[in-house]
C-alpha cells in the first residue's frame, strides 16, 4: 500500500530562491491538496486539484505561488523569490471524494537562511 | 472566526487510562464532516477516525472513538487505553459543504503525552 509521497523531505534554500516540491499522491486519489504547516498550529490549506483542474486556491496562496498537477498525476508547488515567513512544512494530502479522509504526506520542510 | 476550537493546549494521561481530546466546531452548513488527525513528532499527520454529520452513531475505530453531540457542536475523541505510542498531537478538522468546500480547516491541536 503506497501512501502519499513528497519531495524532497527537507529543503534550505537562501531568500530569494525559487523552490519546487513534488507531491505523488495515492494512485487511485483523484482528489490532491496542498496544506501549509507552521510551528504550533494546525496546518493551512493553500490549493486544491480535482484531477488535472486547479479548483480552490486561498488566499493565502500569493501571485509567488503556484501549483500545477499536469495529467492529473503527481503535483508541484513552487514558491518563486521565497521570503524568511515561508519557512514551514508544506503538507501534501490525497483523497477519493470530497467526504473521504484526506491522506497526508510526510511534508516538506522548508527553512529559508 | 475561529471555526475549529480545540480549548487544551496540552493533556497528560496515565497509560491504560482513557482520555477525552475536545473539539468544538461551529458551521451554518446542515452537511459536514469532522476529522482527527494525529501528528507524532516525526511530523507526519495520520488520519484517525471520521464522522458525518448525518451519522446517527458515534464514530469508531479501534481505541479510538468520537463523542459526537450535534446540537453542541462538538466532536470530542476519545482514546480508550492509552499506550506510549500515542503521545502526540493531535488535531480536529472540519470540513463543510458550503463554506469549505473540499478543504479542511483545522483546529490548534491539542499535544497529548501518555505517562508510564
Known amino acids: 500500500d503506497t501512501g502519499v509521497s513528497q519531495n524532497p523531505r527537507h529543503k534550505i534554500t537562501k531568500r530569494g530562491q525559487n523552490v519546487t516540491f513534488r507531491c505523488d499522491p495515492i494512485?487511485?486519489?483523484?482528489?490532491l491538496y496542498w496544506y501549509r504547516q507552521t510551528l504550533g498550529q494546525g496546518p493551512e490549506f493553500l490549493t486544491y486539484?480535482?484531477?488535472?483542474?486547479?479548483?480552490?486556491k486561498s488566499r493565502l496562496l500569493s501571485d509567488r505561488f503556484s501549483a500545477e498537477r499536469p495529467k492529473g498525476s503527481f503535483s508541484t508547488l513552487e514558491i518563486q523569490r521565497t521570503e524568511q515567513g515561508d519557512s514551514a512544512m508544506y503538507l501534501c494530502?490525497?483523497?477519493?471524494?470530497?467526504?473521504?479522509?484526506?491522506?497526508f504526506g510526510d511534508g516538506t520542510r522548508l527553512s529559508i537562511l | 472566526a475561529q471555526k475549529i476550537t480545540q480549548t487544551q493546549p496540552g493533556m497528560f494521561v496515565q497509560e491504560k487510562e482513557a482520555v477525552t481530546l475536545d473539539c468544538t466546531y461551529d458551521t451554518s452548513d446542515q452537511s459536514y464532516g469532522l476529522f482527527w488527525y494525529k501528528q507524532p513528532s516525526s511530523g507526519e499527520m495520520i488520519f484517525l477516525i471520521y464522522?458525518?454529520?448525518?451519522?446517527?452513531q458515534n464514530a469508531t475505530e479501534g481505541r479510538y472513538s468520537l463523542n459526537f453531540q450535534k446540537a453542541r457542536k462538538s466532536a470530542n475523541l476519545v482514546i480508550s487505553a492509552s499506550q506510549l505510542g500515542d503521545s502526540a498531537m493531535y488535531f480536529c478538522a472540519m470540513r463543510d459543504q458550503i463554506t469549505s468546500g473540499s478543504r479542511l480547516t483545522f483546529g490548534e491541536g491539542t499535544q497529548l503525552t501518555v505517562n508510564p
Open positions: 494530502a490525497s483523497s477519493l471524494g470530497t467526504n473521504q479522509p484526506q491522506h
Open positions: 464522522q458525518g454529520s448525518y451519522d446517527e
Open positions: 494512485s487511485e486519489h483523484n482528489r
Open positions: 486539484f480535482q484531477n488535472e483542474a486547479q479548483l480552490e
